[in-house]
């Protein structure tokens, strides 16, 4: 609860939810996210179903006033993200106040009453709220936390009648609904005393737990019924929502690394086959004898033709500017090494396997551009050119040239 | 852009089936839908953080009938944007089109 789930997390989630390997989750998450992102960087809206929707919305330029100096500062247009929620997730995420519905306050009812009924259960209520916590916690039932939240679903609309454990006591299992309507009369008598809580917590807790039992089978979702009691409690005691007392705590779930082997082979169906350029690159050094050879020949020829001027030259021409652009792709093709990505082998391996550190990564960006659109997501298989060191001036001893190369990669991530 | 289409795009991009995308967006959206449900907040790198956040109960007045009501709490869940990809967007081309 209140906790950050970080993406390795994410991915075992998943993956225990699919029963599929941790990689395939890993790169169905990159390439989903990473094609939201591109089609929203493209002014496109995106809809996820069962997730919810996307949009782009540009915001005009504007003034702002710096609330620290007080100068007037113009924002310039930009375009900001909004996230609508499919209706299932946000039903799904407000299950725990779902039961709750709008009240029409009476007339009667006025802004002190509501003032005085802050005030009255914002001071007592922290002492409650530890003595309910110790009272309730060897006992973990869903259903007496629901009980809690029902109990207190009342206290900021109004106070607690004084029957109401009577009223509460005949009937098998009162609906929550009717408690709200009972709840915004004003001949109620204001507050209820606050002592009787947790006496009357035991005795509601058996009716309501049937409610609670029932809404559950009504809502046929997924949820965990652990859920409902435990993002109910904040709210039970009018403390934030990130209240310090944890009951439920579901219990860690541990990461598992599946640093075996097998996972990271990838499946069959996903493996990336080297692409026909690549196999040809892997090829080359077996020809380039061949091509120089005849290079070589052609040159010779044309010198020949050249000597010999006269009728043939246009022809000579011609073969020269092909054997020029043979000869300008054989000397790129001599020098340039190439290394494929994989979902190991990202642009700071290849940086730190061919230049000794890490930070020349962006270096290999730079170089594959038009290939890499993020350099935090290249699609494994992408086969990148390695820079010869010298081109760019990389050299892992060289102080300098690392914080260069480090400078860089911050105004890229940025 | 609609799921099918996403769907579509992100199997051609993995070289697996629709279906299995498809399974795959599902058990993502359970995973948000359970997570969520119990405040926690789910981070994507690069992307963007899901973050559900409770909304206290108010007192508000219907502008037509002139009536206070009492909104109920509850917890709605939020998106905010990763920096990165903030800082993307602020240079592309934008919502011209939605």
Not at chain 1, 64 to 76: F, L
Request: proline fraction near 8%.
């Amino acid at each position: 609860m209140n906790g950050k789930i970080t993406f390795v997390e994410l991915v075992d989630l998943m993956s225990k939810a699919t029963s599929s390997a941790p990689l395939v989750c890993d790169l169905f998450l990159r390439e989903l996210f990473g094609t939201v992102s591109q089609a929203l960087i493209n002014g496109e809206s995106v809809k996820i179903k069962g997730v919810g929707t996307f949009k782009i919305v540009p915001v005009k330029s504007h003034k702002a006033m710096n609330v620290a100096t007080g100068k007037s500062t113009e924002i310039g247009a930009y375009n900001k993200v909004t996230f609508t929620p499919d209706k299932s997730l946000a039903d799904a995420v407000n299950q725990p106040f779902a039961q709750f519905e709008t009240v029409i306050l009476d007339d009667a009812v006025t802004d002190d009453d509501l003032a005085k009924i802050d005030k009255e259960s914002a001071a007592p209520e922290p002492v409650m709220a530890h003595e309910a916590d110790r009272t309730e916690e060897p006992a973990i039932q869903p259903g007496a936390a629901m009980a809690d939240a029902a109990d207190d679903a009342d206290i900021p609309a109004a106070p607690l009648p004084d029957d109401l454990p009577e009223m509460l006591e005949p009937a098998p299992a009162p609906s929550l609904d009717d408690l709200i309507e009972e709840v915004p009369m004003p001949e109620m008598e204001p507050a209820a005393p606050r002592e009787t809580h947790p006496v009357k917590k035991s005795e509601t807790a058996a009716p309501t737990k049937e409610t609670a039992a029932e809404e559950k089978h009504d809502e046929k979702r997924p949820q965990p019924a652990m859920a409902t009691p435990v993002a109910s409690k904040p709210m039970l005691v009018g403390r934030p929502i990130d209240g310090p007392k944890v009951k439920h705590a579901p219990e860690p779930e541990p990461i598992e690394e599946h640093v075996d082997d097998h996972f990271y082979r990838p499946e069959p169906r996903n493996a990336y086959k080297p692409t026909a350029e690549q196999l040809a690159r892997q090829k080359a050094p077996d020809r380039r004898w061949l091509w120089a050879v005849l290079a070589a020949l052609a040159v010779g020829l044309i010198v020949w033709l050249f000597a010999r001027g006269g009728g043939s030259s246009e022809a000579g021409a011609n073969e020269e500017t092909v054997v020029q652009a043979d000869t300008v792709v054989e000397a790129v093709d001599q020098d340039v090494t190439t290394d494929t990505i994989t979902s190991k082998v990202v642009l700071t391996t290849l940086a730190e396997k061919y230049y000794g550190s890490q930070w020349f990564w962006v270096y290999i960006y730079e170089e594959n551009k038009d290939i890499i659109t993020d350099p935090n997501n290249v699609r494994p298989g992408t086969a990148v050119v390695i820079p010869p060191a010298e081109k760019y001036g990389i050299d892992v001893n060289d102080r300098a040239s690392l914080k260069k190369a480090q400078r860089r990669s911050w105004e890229l991530l940025r | 852009m609609d799921n099918k289409k996403l769907v579509e795009t992100v199997a051609a991009n993995m070289g697996r089936s629709t279906e299995d995308v498809d399974k795959l967006l599902e058990a993502l959206a359970g995973v948000l839908r359970t997570r969520c449900g119990e405040l926690d907040c789910v981070y994507v790198p690069g992307f963007g953080t899901f973050e559900p956040k409770k909304r206290n109960e108010r007192v508000m007045i219907n502008p037509s009938t002139g009536k206070r009501m009492l909104v109920p709490p509850k917890i709605a869940l939020g998106f905010k944007v990763s920096r990165i990809l903030k800082s993307k967007l602020k240079s592309s081309k934008g919502g011209a089109d939605s």
